[in-house]
């Protein structure tokens, strides 16, 4: 959901009582080293729901990739982001709270 992030961001942190800042730089993932490794998994994925086959699609090919060519793979990309986002969200909260609870058990007191 691009752009729509810290919106969502908000309405899920306000009503639980969460950090907002600290969940904001969490979900900043889209960095530009990640990126066309993010969108190579989605495309990806979304091809093998949505095809029944992995494409045959290079690293390169998707570091290359400008909007012009978004919408001839925009189906797999939206079906493979709605597979990588929700995974990845899932691994990395779970990261988080066996490193805040390893923490916890460690401090005095």
Do not use: K, Y
Not at 29 to 43: D, G, Y
Not at 65 to 73: H, I, N, Q, S
């Amino acid at each position: 959901m691009w752009g729509l992030h810290w919106a969502i961001l908000l309405a899920v942190c306000l009503p639980l009582r969460l950090d907002a800042s600290v969940a904001w730089l969490a979900s900043n993932v889209s960095l530009p080293f990640l990126a066309p490794l993010l969108t190579f998994a989605e495309i990806q994925l979304g091809a093998r729901v949505l095809h029944g086959a992995w494409q045959d699609v290079t690293m390169e090919e998707i570091r290359a990739m400008t909007l012009r060519d978004v919408p001839t793979r925009l189906g797999e990309l939206l079906v493979g982001t709605l597979i990588v986002a929700p995974s990845s969200a899932l691994v990395g909260g779970g990261l988080t709270w066996l490193v805040v609870r390893f923490v916890r058990r460690r401090a005095p007191g």
